[in-house]
């Protein structure tokens, strides 16, 4: 998927347990929306925030997430009408 572009990723996530049954702890689907920002052999990153008066250029601090993509399901565009 290009970069720029707003995309929803419905992905597996880790979980992290604590004073709780290691038996019971699974992965969980989740699903995110943002707008790719990058991607390589091994990831994709997504922002959730973006500067509308330059989306492409980069938020310092930015916020988003990094997702494994050996652990997205799907991936798919969202166009805005």
Same mark, same amino acid.
């Given at each position: 998927?290009? %970069? &720029?572009?707003?995309?929803?990723? %419905?992905? *597996? /996530? $880790?979980?992290?347990?604590?004073? +709780?049954? @290691?038996? =019971?702890?699974? @992965?969980?689907?989740?699903? !995110?929306?943002?707008? #790719?920002? /990058?991607?390589?052999? $091994?990831?994709? *990153?997504?922002?959730?925030? =973006?500067?509308?008066?330059? @989306?492409?250029? =980069?938020? $310092? @601090?930015? !916020? &988003?997430?990094?997702?494994? %993509? +050996?652990? #997205? ?7 805005? !009408?």
């Amino acid at each position: 998927m290009r %970069k &720029g572009k707003l995309a929803r990723v %419905k992905f *597996w /996530d $880790h979980v992290i347990f604590r004073d +709780s049954d @290691p038996v =019971r702890v699974k @992965p969980v689907l989740r699903e !995110t929306f943002g707008w #790719i920002f /990058d991607e390589d052999d $091994h990831a994709v *990153w997504i922002l959730w925030v =973006r500067d509308l008066d330059a @989306p492409q250029e =980069r938020i $310092h @601090p930015a !916020t &988003g997430i990094c997702i494994l %993509k +050996s652990d #997205i399901v799907e991936i798919e565009e969202v166009k805005l !009408t």
